[in-house]
């Protein structure tokens, strides 16, 4: 079974995909049986995904996308909204602790690529070998294939379980990287087979050139919607009333 492990949602600052039927048939449409919807500091978009996936058969992996000070950590597996204290800003270790308590995976996404912010550095293998539990060695937003072949080697040599995944912020991104996993009943057995360490990762060998320039630009129009009425008539949905509002979400959670 092909399963998308880095997905974002309208729920996402920088991403438009829609959490409905829609989504189920692009889904369905391209094979892929299970997905983990990944929003950036918010949970909401893996809430309404378990209540519309599962009902077509699709297995709705619970997670989220933190950025902390040392770059993004992939939560995955988890029940509840990973929440810094207070407003400050999400921290390296407190985000880990966090999940370690909802007993959910953490992972480190595109590792190697520098031209984000959480890309390893030598300073960081010890801190990741002692508290990252699963590693992405394929993003298909990476802008070099070597990106995503360093963070193969890594796992390789360190024996970390790997994960791969999409990265997808627009509907024609889904299923471009997903990991190839024997067939799951449950979202629990597409855990256990990633932690056994016998994935293996499918790629899409075609690049969309520039395509974290959309991304870029749809982030800039949010963020003036904050400021200007107009523009945020044109980017309000009735799910997200725009993106800085995710801190005054009241906690909610996914049962196991």
């Given at each position: 079974m092909k399963v998308d492990l880095h997905v974002h949602t309208q729920f996402s600052h920088d991403a438009t995909i829609p959490i409905n039927n829609y989504l189920v048939r692009i889904l369905n449409r391209r094979g892929i049986q299970g997905i983990a919807i990944t929003d950036h500091n918010t949970f909401r978009g893996s809430i309404k995904a378990k209540r519309i996936l599962e009902k077509h058969e699709i297995l709705a992996i619970p997670g989220e996308e933190v950025k902390t000070e040392y770059g993004e950590l992939l939560c995955l597996f988890i029940t509840d909204e990973i929440r810094p204290p207070?407003?400050?800003?999400?921290?390296?270790?407190?985000?880990?602790?966090?999940?370690?308590?909802?007993?959910?995976?953490?992972?480190?996404?595109?590792?190697?690529?520098?031209?984000?912010?959480?890309?390893?550095?030598?300073?960081?293998?010890?801190?990741?070998?002692?508290?990252?539990?699963?590693?992405?060695?394929?993003?298909?937003?990476?802008?070099?294939?070597?990106?995503?072949?360093?963070?193969?080697?890594?796992?390789?040599?360190?024996?970390?379980?790997?994960?791969?995944?999409?990265?997808?912020?627009?509907?024609?991104?889904?299923?471009?990287?997903?990991?190839?996993?024997?067939?799951?009943?449950?979202?629990?057995?597409?855990?256990?087979?990633?932690?056994?360490?016998?994935?293996?990762?499918?790629?899409?060998?075609?690049?969309?050139?520039?395509?974290?320039?959309?991304?870029?630009?749809?982030?800039?129009?949010?963020?003036?919607?904050?400021?200007?009425?107009?523009?945020?008539?044109?980017?309000?949905?009735k799910d997200v009333p725009h993106s800085f509002r995710r801190f005054s979400v009241p906690n909610r959670r996914i049962s196991k």
């Open positions: 207070g407003l400050k800003r999400y921290r390296y270790l407190e985000v880990i602790d966090q999940i370690k308590e909802q007993d959910g995976l953490v992972g480190l996404s595109h590792p190697f690529d520098f031209s984000r912010s959480n890309w390893i550095r030598k300073i960081q293998i010890d801190w990741i070998k002692e508290h990252i539990d699963v590693l992405e060695v394929y993003n298909a937003r990476c802008n070099l294939n070597s990106m995503n072949m360093k963070a193969y080697d890594f796992c390789k040599y360190y024996n970390l379980p790997i994960i791969a995944g999409s990265d997808a912020h627009f509907l024609m991104e889904i299923g471009r990287g997903c990991l190839l996993l024997e067939y799951a009943d449950t979202v629990e057995d597409i855990r256990n087979q990633i932690m056994s360490n016998k994935a293996s990762v499918m790629r899409v060998d075609h690049f969309l050139p520039f395509i974290n320039l959309p991304s870029f630009f749809f982030h800039a129009f949010t963020g003036l919607s904050r400021f200007f009425w107009p523009i945020r008539q044109n980017f309000q949905t």
